[in-house]
């Protein structure tokens, strides 16, 4: 599909090389759309097991086949103070630049993931990494006592950047623990260690509850093949003018698609010839105050768009989640719950995600964005915050609790859904 539209600007160099630092990759001859793989790509290669994988895994989405990506990576309408984007780079609300043919992005999106996987994520650093688990867990079961990233890497010829990789794997198992008051030092745990009796238990004892090589291997393999399209990377993906067909052309691949969006576009949404698999939507406050003091807007009518996308939300055909990301002591007030409960019935969506926001990269200037005073760390929610709310949600609201990932910080509720079932298929 082709536009006669007339389009004003380019994309700078300098722009894209920020991005390329940020380990991004961008993609097309225009440079509108980038790709990046996440933190759960790693984290499911390391392993190849489903205690490694994002939230979405809920949903049958494997971390390691996960496409990341966006193709509107400049331009957002919003300019929301827990955003993770340098805002200060962004282009603006207006999609000015000639836009690239869905076709071409999807097929160089692959080619960009597969590439990244090959030569960036190798098979052989997480090989490598298995092995360095098991003589960390000799050495700390031979000294007895507890030790630094910095002493492990010393006494095993391995770099601090490959000791920590995998110490914290080692951690996030349950198989080392920070000592009392020092998060610099690791120990066995106890309950681990009553297992071992001598140095041939431990590679067993990983085989059974990390991972084997062979595992590894096949993770790696798999993840040449991407069967899931994350539309989320970074900016508002219905200011991209061809997003239907983009959709489309993932399904030609036989690839399922979650969009995520602000929801100001819903006559766009409403008219969308290829449907996602699934259509996320961000509640950002519960009312048009706090939305402007989130979100920033720099659009007319902003929370009245959102307003009516939530009208039409339950005739969308294709699975739908309102997504509220939290943030503590800004929109994650017990005092509003009634309010949401209005806007979640009004919406009638299949889920209710609620998700606390990610503190990284620029979401550390939370604090300046939003000239306060108060400490970095008082905006944060910790997994118990996000809990408790989305336990009074679910009180009130009468929707079922369907699934809690305390690393990712998030909760999914049933809200139109059936609550007898309890595999909740693609």
Not at 304 to 331: E, Q
Not at 406 to 414: A, I, M, Q, T
Request: proline share 4%; hydrophobic share 35%; charged share 30%.
């Amino acid at each position: 599909m082709s536009t006669e539209k007339k389009w004003k600007n380019e994309i700078s160099e300098q722009f894209i090389q920020d991005y390329l630092k940020s380990n991004y990759r961008i993609v097309g001859k225009n440079r509108h759309s980038a790709i990046k793989p996440c933190h759960w790509l790693e984290q499911r290669l390391m392993t190849g097991r489903d205690n490694q994988n994002c939230y979405k895994g809920v949903f049958g989405v494997k971390s390691n086949l996960c496409l990341q990506n966006t193709p509107s990576v400049p331009f957002c309408n919003h300019q929301c103070v827990f955003c993770w984007r340098d805002l200060q780079s962004s282009l603006g609300p207006t999609f000015n630049v000639v836009p690239d043919e869905p076709k071409e992005l999807v097929n160089e999106m692959i080619r960009h993931q597969k590439n990244l996987i090959q030569n960036h994520l190798p098979l052989k650093r997480y090989i490598e990494n298995y092995h360095i688990m098991i003589k960390i867990l000799k050495y700390l079961f031979k000294n007895n006592k507890s030790e630094s990233i910095q002493s492990v890497s010393r006494k095993i010829d391995a770099s601090k950047t490959k000791i920590d990789r995998a110490m914290v794997l080692l951690k996030n198992m349950r198989f080392l623990e920070y000592i009392e008051g020092d998060i610099n030092h690791y120990c066995i745990k106890k309950s681990i260690k009553k297992q071992i009796k001598s140095d041939v238990d431990i590679e067993p004892l990983v085989n059974n509850n990390i991972t084997t090589l062979r595992e590894i291997e096949k993770v790696h393999e798999e993840s040449m093949n991407p069967k899931h399209a994350a539309i989320s990377l970074d900016g508002e993906p219905f200011l991209y003018p061809l997003l239907s067909d983009f959709v489309a052309e993932f399904k030609k691949q036989k690839m399922t698609t979650f969009i995520v969006s602000n929801g100001t576009f819903p006559e766009k949404i409403e008219s969308m010839e290829y449907y996602p698999s699934q259509l996320y939507i961000s509640l950002p406050a519960s009312n048009e105050k706090t939305y402007k003091k989130i979100c920033r807007p720099m659009l007319k009518n902003g929370w009245k768009n959102i307003m009516k996308t939530m009208d039409l939300f339950s005739s969308i055909p294709c699975r739908t989640v309102l997504r509220i990301t939290g943030v503590k002591n800004l929109n994650l007030k017990h005092e509003a719950i009634d309010e949401y409960l209005k806007i979640i019935k009004r919406a009638n969506p299949n889920f209710l995600d609620i998700k606390g926001f990610t503190l990284q990269a620029k979401a550390l200037l939370i604090k300046e964005r939003l000239k306060s005073s108060k400490d970095l760390q008082s905006f944060f929610p910790e997994f118990e915050d996000i809990k408790e709310f989305a336990e009074k949600i679910s009180n009130l609201g009468n929707f079922s609790i369907l699934y809690k990932n305390e690393r990712s910080r998030d909760v999914l509720l049933g809200v139109n859904w059936n609550k007898k079932k309890l595999e909740i298929s693609k």
